[in-house]
């Protein structure tokens, strides 16, 4: 395989393997078990409230990130996305934890915004619509760095601050 190949091969395994899961996740919060009213119920209890808006926000980020990853569209935006939502997920759920994801700590948010973040270092590749439009080698490198780190990090600090009440903030409710 020439050195291109592998590299654009390696891209799109990244890419799908990310982005996919995302979406997976986005899509089980639309349409599994409790769907978005228990998402929201669940967002809740952990104190982002409204749960059932945020509900609707993660699973239509997670889906829309994850799916603009896969196919290597606006890539930075979309790691910036998934490091958004994995931000929000570290603080709200997992830090506390510990490392370990058996116990529920935030091992896997933590590289699931990793891969992202070097996704949007590397670029999308060539097997990637970012290419077909002519905008991949613009928006990797250091810029895909800081508009992942900046705009995700960001954005998910901006959400909690708008959104997150945990119940020893809420007057115990």
């Not at 809740?44 to 799916?67: F, H, K, Q, T």
């Not at 998934?82 to 529920?104: D, P, Q, Y």
């Not at 901006?158 to 903030?169: C, D, G, V």
Request: hydrophobic residues 50%.
């Amino acid at each position: 395989m020439e050195p291109t190949t592998a590299t654009d091969l390696a891209l799109l395994v990244l890419r799908c393997v990310i982005g996919l899961t995302m979406a997976a996740h986005g899509w089980n919060k639309f349409t599994g078990g409790g769907k978005i009213p228990g998402t929201g119920r669940w967002f809740d209890s952990i104190g982002m409230r409204p749960g059932r808006l945020n509900a609707y926000l993660a699973a239509s980020s997670e889906v829309g990130a994850g799916l603009l990853l896969a196919v290597g569209l606006l890539s930075s935006f979309a790691a910036a996305g998934i490091i958004g939502v994995m931000t929000v997920a570290w603080w709200t759920t997992h830090r506390s934890n510990g490392f370990m994801i058996l116990k529920e700590g935030w091992e896997y948010v933590f590289v699931l915004a990793a891969m992202s973040l070097v996704a949007a270092i590397l670029g999308p590749g060539s097997w990637s619509v970012d290419e077909a439009l002519g905008i991949a080698g613009d928006l990797d490198g250091m810029t895909g760095l800081w508009i992942a780190l900046l705009v995700g990090v960001g954005g998910g600090v901006a959400q909690m601050l708008t959104f997150y009440r945990p119940s020893s903030l809420a007057g115990g409710d």
